[in-house]
């Protein structure tokens, strides 16, 4: 099976192709360029590997919510080549990577990732992890740090930490459960969870490809 990830929701562009049982990455470590170079590259890798476009038979990539320009970017592309080749298009959510990531590490089920958006906000997304479901219990929130409510029966995954730990004065700190989330656009990690997690179709379907603003207009 040949899937073309396309991560371009953090601060670098990142494109793995899955050739049989051979993945191939790339990424430029300016994002913020993604729009430019995203075909191009994308034409380069399929190239390198002798494969076309018409050769895929899946697209996914990260549908936030995160940067609102990147996932729109990678949504787009997705969007072109799925409903050009009729091929399924997914996009996979950054707070369930997050979740599956720390799943996969610690096997602890109760999970509530927490990712940096802009400003003061950030996302939250709850879960409790069922035979590798990742979806959360509820949707996806936009909020600030002074409105989270920390416990200590939970594990906490986030990527901004100090951040937090300026707003909120806890008490019990030092015996909430916190993990420290390092990764930036990853296609290959979207490759390992669709691996695990998705069960393709074999049609284009619009539905799949919208990215996840978390409830916010843009």
């Known amino acids: 099976m040949n899937i073309l990830s396309v991560d371009s929701s953090g601060p670098s562009l990142s494109i793995a192709l899955k050739k049989g049982d051979k993945t191939i990455l790339f990424s430029d470590s300016e ?42 970017i990678s949504a787009s592309v997705g969007q072109a080549i799925g409903y050009s080749q009729d091929i399924p298009v997914i996009g996979i959510p950054s707070l369930s990577v997050m979740a599956y990531v720390y799943f996969k590490q610690s096997g602890f089920s109760k999970i509530t990732c927490i990712k940096k958006a802009y400003g003061d ?4 997304g709850s879960y409790d992890i069922d035979k590798k479901k990742y979806s959360a219990l509820k949707d996806i929130t936009l909020c600030t740090a002074k409105d989270l409510v920390l416990d200590t029966k939970t594990h906490y995954v986030c990527d901004c930490w100090s951040e937090i730990l ?21 296609a ?28 916010h207009t843009v």
């Open 31 to 72: 994002a913020r360029k993604a729009s430019r170079i995203i075909l191009s590259n994308i034409d380069k890798i399929m190239s390198d590997n002798s494969l076309k476009v018409s050769d895929l038979d899946a697209f996914i990539f990260n549908k936030g919510p995160a940067s609102f320009t990147g996932t729109r």
């Open 166 to 186: 300026k707003t909120l004065d806890l008490k019990d700190w030092d015996k909430i459960v916190k993990h420290e989330y390092n990764y930036e656009s990853n």
């Open 188 to 215: 290959d990690l979207l490759l390992e969870y669709a691996k695990d997690n998705i069960s393709f179709g074999d049609a284009f379907d619009l539905k799949e490809t919208f990215p996840d603003y978390a409830n």
């Open 121 to 124: 906000k950030i996302y939250v």
